[in-house]
């Protein structure tokens, strides 16, 4: 009897702590619910846009009460997943917040000492265990170099009343790992003006009259340098204004000779190969070419060039051109040079593999890239040892096989092909990542961009592992090819948040975006929806890559809309928005995982798709449903 009571004492007091342990669970959903209810959260960004492994990083965030009561005990958690797998999660202090308080803060983390690899960190309201309701996340880029993932921005306003500090702030929020500064020379064939020096800046004016200041391009290097980017030179490989081939008397210099002539042949020209490019007070508004393969012409340019980094702290040049225009000769009628095989050299495009790697020589420890327009040459500029790949697209040029780059899949094309043209140059082994320049809304004069061309262009070509160059000047996107009339046509919020989570998924999804992978043709179909291999208008473009250890497929909405990447005016369609897709993938691998991520959604998160296996008459597949399509959907397959 005695041993039965002190069974039912014991089942008293047990039941009483469950109890009570409900109780808290209880209480703490409660408060958990409440604060859900009130609290917002944003993260602002991080202090670099790109770490050395091991590196501290510091990111700042904003916490909100919207409610007119103090919410106490605030329990927040931070996380940092690369690709599927949580890779550090930590308890953040407690945080008190007053009635309609808004408070900034930071959190520190120290980064894994693997180099080369993205992750995405998230700051939430910490909810047991379980995914948080109240977040923000943004990616975080672990690079030594910023060569293998490139994020190229611009700067083109150097006048004294800038704010700098702020514009690079801006753009570190997009992880901007390199800039390039255009049109911040005094000329062409003599970027660093006379009487200017490192400890005299001064100022001068560019051929346009624009006035430039020494001191904000410092300043604007130096910020940029303690965001851990890169700061580029741009200037012409081939190009002098008026005063380089005339003297003050009128009489020819020694450059005169250097000049590009158009061959008889060539119906775009006669003569000497030269653009005008508008009034200039100075007297150089014309723009004349020179051959890239003349000696004394990669003698001067490539000790102008260095002269910048006496006096600025360039990190490298940024080489320019403006395209292909047909077959040209020397002053006397005769060849720009000759191929190795002795086969002589009448077109531009074919001086660029020499041109380039005579100035890398020259360059030693800084950086080199460069922009054979229209892609024209390009096959020349991959095989070089320039750094990076860029290229700016024009929908009329036409590639090497006589296709126009003027589709979303011709852009992908190229940047596959790029990448494996430069394997044996690139430092990995991988081949390089193209940065593509496209001018989307070209012709929109006022207002804001278009989001559905911007968002498109870039879902396509990052998932072909490039990136893009178009932001700059802080917030800025380019829409015409003369930067400085950049502030015609912005981003409204909207776009800017949109921008900021591409940006986002593109660092931290980089080890699958461009990092080795190869493109395949996996037979894919979505239930009830129609879908192309290739990114026809209309449909579901299915693009599928790999890996080796991961099978990976892109989801592009193209319903209801087209497939050229050029919204001239701004009128582009969105996509349809497609929900519950069906998506059976054809695959001989033996898939075990499934993860599903988008820059659209989810803010960037990866997440678990479950999913069965087939075998009809097309093969083996995996079939799984995709919840929602707006843009692009990354699926992964371990």
């Given amino acids: 009897m005695k041993k039965k009571k002190i069974i039912i004492a014991v089942c008293i007091i047990l039941a009483a702590i469950i109890g009570g342990i409900g109780a808290v669970i209880k209480t703490e959903n409660l408060i958990q619910k409440t604060n859900e209810a009130y609290l917002q959260l944003k993260i602002i960004g991080t202090d670099k846009a790109m770490y050395s492994p091991k590196d501290s990083l510091k990111l700042k965030y904003k916490i909100t009460n919207s409610s007119d009561k103090e919410i106490k005990n605030i329990k927040l958690t931070f996380k940092a997943a690369h690709l599927e797998n949580t890779v550090e999660e930590k308890d953040i202090t407690v945080q008190n917040l007053k009635a309609n308080e808004e408070r900034e803060l930071e959190f520190e983390w120290q980064l894994p000492d693997k180099d080369f690899t993205g992750y995405l960190l998230e700051i939430g309201l910490a909810n047991a265990g379980a995914d948080c309701k109240v977040l923000d996340t943004i990616g975080a880029d672990v690079s030594s170099s910023w060569i293998k993932f490139p994020r190229y921005g611009y700067l083109c306003h150097f006048d004294k009343d800038i704010d700098e500090q702020t514009q690079i702030e801006q753009m570190n929020r997009y992880h901007i790992n390199a800039i390039e500064y255009y049109d911040w020379q005094y000329l062409h064939h003599q970027p660093i003006a006379d009487g200017i020096t490192r400890e005299n800046p001064g100022t001068w004016k560019d051929w346009s009259?624009?006035?430039?200041?020494?001191?904000?391009?410092?300043?604007?290097?130096?910020?940029?340098?303690?965001?851990?980017?890169?700061?580029?030179?741009?200037?012409?490989?081939?190009?002098?204004?008026?005063?380089?081939?005339?003297?003050?008397?009128?009489?020819?210099?020694?450059?005169?000779?250097?000049?590009?002539?158009?061959?008889?042949?060539?119906?775009?020209?006669?003569?000497?190969?030269?653009?005008?490019?508008?009034?200039?007070?100075?007297?150089?508004?014309?723009?004349?070419?020179?051959?890239?393969?003349?000696?004394?012409?990669?003698?001067?340019?490539?000790?102008?060039?260095?002269?910048?980094?006496?006096?600025?702290?360039?990190?490298?040049?940024?080489?320019?051109?403006?395209?292909?225009?047909?077959?040209?000769?020397?002053?006397?009628?005769?060849?720009?040079?000759?191929?190795?095989?002795?086969?002589?050299?009448?077109?531009?495009?074919?001086?660029?593999?020499?041109?380039?790697?005579?100035?890398?020589?020259?360059?030693?420890?800084?950086?080199?890239?460069?922009?054979?327009?229209?892609?024209?040459?390009?096959e020349n500029a991959n095989?070089?040892?320039?750094?990076?790949?860029?290229?700016?697209?024009?929908?009329?040029?036409?590639?090497?096989?006589?296709?126009?780059?003027?589709?979303?899949?011709?852009?992908?094309?190229e940047i596959e092909r790029s990448n494996e043209d430069s394997k044996e140059k690139s430092f990995d082994g991988k081949g390089k990542s193209l940065v593509v320049k496209a001018y989307i809304n070209y012709y929109k004069t006022n207002g804001y961009m278009n989001a559905p061309g911007v968002l498109l262009c870039n879902a396509a070509v990052c998932a072909a592992g490039g990136s893009k160059l178009e932001l700059g000047d802080g917030d800025k996107i380019l829409h015409v090819e003369y930067y400085p009339n950049d502030d015609k046509v912005l981003m409204d919020d909207d776009l800017k948040n949109r921008m900021q989570k591409m940006y986002d998924f593109e660092v931290a999804y980089e080890n699958l975006l461009r990092d080795g992978q190869k493109t395949t043709n996996n037979k894919t179909e979505i239930e009830g929806y129609n879908c192309s291999s290739n990114g026809n208008s209309n449909s579901i473009w299915t693009y599928s890559r790999?890996?080796?250890?991961?099978?990976?497929?892109?989801?592009?909405?193209?319903?209801?809309?087209?497939?050229?990447?050029?919204?001239?005016?701004?009128?582009?369609?969105?996509?349809?928005?497609?929900?519950?897709?069906?998506?059976?993938?054809?695959?001989?691998?033996?898939?075990?995982?499934?993860?599903?991520c988008s820059p659209d959604a989810n803010n960037c998160k990866s997440s678990e798709l479950s999913f069965e296996k087939g075998k009809d008459e097309n093969g083996t597949y995996v079939k799984f449903t995709v919840p929602s399509l707006e843009y692009w959907d990354m699926i992964y397959m371990k």
């Fill in 383 to 413: 095989k070089s040892k320039t750094d990076v790949l860029y290229t700016e697209f024009w929908p009329w040029d036409k590639d090497r096989n006589g296709m126009a780059y003027d589709t979303y899949e011709s852009l992908v094309r």
């Fill in 209 to 378: 009259g624009r006035e430039i200041s020494g001191t904000t391009i410092a300043d604007y290097i130096k910020f940029a340098k303690e965001k851990n980017m890169v700061n580029m030179a741009y200037d012409m490989i081939y190009a002098g204004t008026d005063t380089f081939f005339t003297d003050k008397n009128g009489n020819p210099t020694k450059a005169a000779a250097w000049k590009l002539y158009f061959a008889k042949d060539n119906s775009r020209g006669k003569g000497n190969f030269t653009i005008h490019m508008g009034l200039s007070l100075s007297g150089n508004g014309n723009l004349f070419f020179v051959n890239p393969l003349n000696k004394e012409w990669q003698e001067h340019i490539f000790s102008e060039i260095l002269k910048i980094f006496t006096v600025f702290d360039f990190d490298g040049w940024h080489g320019d051109t403006i395209g292909e225009w047909g077959k040209m000769t020397t002053a006397d009628g005769g060849p720009l040079g000759y191929k190795e095989d002795g086969t002589p050299i009448y077109y531009v495009k074919d001086t660029y593999e020499q041109f380039l790697n005579a100035a890398k020589d020259a360059l030693g420890e800084k950086y080199l890239s460069f922009n054979p327009v229209g892609a024209q040459g390009i």
């Fill in 546 to 596: 790999t890996d080796g250890e991961y099978e990976i497929l892109h989801l592009i909405n193209l319903l209801g809309t087209d497939n050229t990447w050029r919204d001239e005016k701004g009128k582009k369609a969105a996509p349809s928005k497609a929900e519950n897709l069906k998506v059976a993938f054809y695959t001989d691998k033996e898939i075990s995982k499934i993860y599903l």
